[in-house]
């Protein structure tokens, strides 16, 4: 009885200590729109706080996080904490008409969640319109007090976020592109903490610095928030150990390239190792698509005892469609099974689904011009799951639908397949299909029980053209199990899945010309948006959403909304 008494006296203390760890971290996001000046022009975009990017918020595994948003822009806004799980939180997730209806012009909202169950480097943006091209920041998840990295400390943190930028206000961009059908146009340069670096005009006095010391070793976390691009990464004279990507630990991975999509991030140790002076850390583009902004962003890392006037040494950057280097850099990452927050894939699936991503078309509207559409006067590109192009509710969030039980807002029949099954990688053959060109447009959830085990390959398609498709996972992580290009084959490609050790994400870049096969556990009820990364696509389709049933206890399922969310 004794030994019971004391097992329960420690449960308890453990979880008072916790408690008495945790902080709530509050910020206020001032939304608004700023002229900013960036390759020797001033452009109006809109920032938080009149900052580019905006705020990085640091937080505890453990902490509650409160964020007073003041819309003081012209435009809808919510905001997205991108790979927050946001369990039993699930109207804070972000995403307009989803989980909620956005925040007008003129009002405010605060979002408050717990943020525990993770740790490492994850992002906030924008998720209304185009909005995210500069309304976005770091959001950093340190372990609690108490508990360590599992790797050696580092002796700085420095978030690297890589971005786009336009030379004119990229709502006005967005607008031109959904008028007239077409795709949207490649950034005019890239960014490194919202500056284009040295190989731009008018940057080299704004180029991003980080100082080291010899011999000591620096925690980079970088984050991919372009709107439209996957980014090669390099450091001249330096090698990468990659420790974690989307805030899940990685078994140390070491090498010299990373290749990031959008919404993905990855932390990186780097030792400072060098002869002391400057090495220029860069990005450009991975894309099969052409043409594309092929030039480089920059930023320095500086030795503390090299003269600040030394030439920086410039990294050798893959050229920008290396499938190979990109393919085998995603690949060789693995899960770190001893991380606190470690749990092995589903070694059994209730739901098995088959999923097709890729490009299609649809009628131009009567009040579009269509004129310099790639598909002609009469259509404009559209993009879809299963053939199914997702269409946003206005009148109600899809969340506010599930909880109150309202009909007319989504239907539960997203289909486990597509249509047609053909030769989905061959672009010759997929040509011939003109049928499967033409997307429904509809508002489908695929609903899942809770606690429900979940296998989705996928797979993408030729129709009109291939690209690598970035698709985030709102609400919960996944394993992937395994990629490849083609066609994915049932009986070949089952053999290849890694069960033991895959890398846990919430953003997977399905390959051009391949698939991927995921797996997660249905354990948060609500409405998760899933979705291509790639802004140019959330417009035109390429998105779904899961809808996890409440589960057996208060714990497990959605609570009541807050009462001063955002309505449409």
């Known amino acids: 009885m004794a030994r019971i008494t004391i097992f329960s006296l420690a449960i308890v203390l453990a979880f008072l200590s916790s408690f008495a760890s945790a902080a709530v971290v509050e910020h206020t996001f001032d939304v608004a729109n700023f002229a900013v000046t960036r390759l020797c022009q001033s452009t109006v975009v809109t920032l938080v706080n009149n900052s580019f990017p905006g705020p990085t918020i640091q937080v505890r595994e453990g ?129 490194i903490n919202g500056r284009p670096g040295d190989m731009y005009n008018c940057s080299s006095n704004e180029t991003f610095k980080v100082t080291v010391e010899r011999g000591r070793t620096y925690l980079l976390r970088i984050i991919n928030a372009a709107l439209n691009n996957q980014l090669f990464f390099k450091l001249a004279g330096h090698r990468f150990t990659v420790v974690a990507v989307d805030a899940s630990y990685t078994k140390p991975y070491k090498t010299d390239v990373l290749v990031i999509a959008p919404g993905q991030t990855t932390d990186v140790l780097i030792t400072a190792n060098q002869a002391p002076g400057n090495y220029y850390m860069a990005a450009n583009t991975y894309s099969t698509l052409g043409p594309v902004n092929d030039t480089a962003t920059t930023a320095l890392l500086h030795y503390a005892t090299a003269p600040a006037t030394a030439a920086p040494q410039m990294p050798l950057l893959p050229n920008s469609t290396d499938t190979p280097t990109a393919h085998r850099f995603s690949t060789s990452l693995r899960g770190l099974t001893t991380s606190p927050f470690w749990s092995p894939p589903p070694a059994e699936v209730d739901e098995k689904m088959f999923v097709t991503v890729g490009v299609g078309a649809e009628a131009c509207g009567a009040d579009e011009d269509c004129s310099t ?24 969030s899809m969340l506010e639908a599930f909880h109150f039980n309202v009909n007319g807002i989504y239907t539960e029949d997203f289909p486990d397949r597509p249509p047609v099954e053909f030769n989905y990688t061959d672009g010759a053959i997929s040509a011939n299909f003109t049928a499967l060109w033409l997307p ?129």
């Not at 786009?164 to 961009?173: H, L």
């Not at 953003?507 to 096969?517: E, H, K, L, Y």
Request: some cysteine; charged content about 15%.
């Open 63 to 191: 902490d509650t996080l409160v964020v007073h948003v003041n819309n003081k822009s012209p435009y809808n806004i919510s905001i997205h904490w991108h790979g927050v799980f946001q369990l039993n939180s699930g109207w804070a997730d972000g995403p307009g008409y989803i989980t909620q209806c956005p925040i007008l012009p003129g009002n405010s909202y605060a979002y408050r969640f717990n943020v525990t169950g993770q740790e490492g480097t994850l992002w906030w943006h924008a998720h209304v319109s185009v909005l995210r091209a500069t309304v976005y920041g770091a959001l950093l998840i340190k372990p609690k007090l108490g508990r360590t990295y599992p790797f050696p400390r580092p002796h700085g943190e420095v978030p690297i976020i890589l971005g786009e930028w336009w030379k004119r206000n990229p709502v006005d961009v967005e607008t031109e592109a959904l008028r007239t059908g077409g795709a949207f146009p490649a950034a005019d340069a890239y960014t």
């Open 373 to 396: 559409s790639p598909l002609g006067t009469r259509f404009r590109l559209a993009a879809s799951m299963n053939n199914v192009s997702f269409q946003f509710p206005t009148a109600r």
């Open 440 to 568: 429904v447009r509809a508002t489908k959830v695929k609903k899942l029980k809770y606690n429900s085990t979940v296998e989705v390959v996928l797979q993408n398609t030729a129709i009109i053209t291939t690209e690598n498709h970035p698709i985030h996972f709102h609400g919960f992580n996944f394993h992937v199990v395994a990629q490849g290009f083609g066609n994915f084959d049932e009986g070949r490609d089952r053999r290849s899945f890694n069960l033991v050790d895959p890398q846990e994400r919430n953003t997977i870049g399905v390959p051009d010309g391949g698939w991927a096969v995921i797996r997660f556990r249905a354990i948060n009820p609500g409405v998760w948006f899933v979705h291509c990364h790639l802004e140019v696509h959330l417009p035109w389709g390429l998105a779904m959403a899961f809808a996890i049933e409440n589960g057996p206890t208060p714990s497990t399922s959605l609570p009541p909304p807050p009462s001063d969310l955002p309505r449409c």
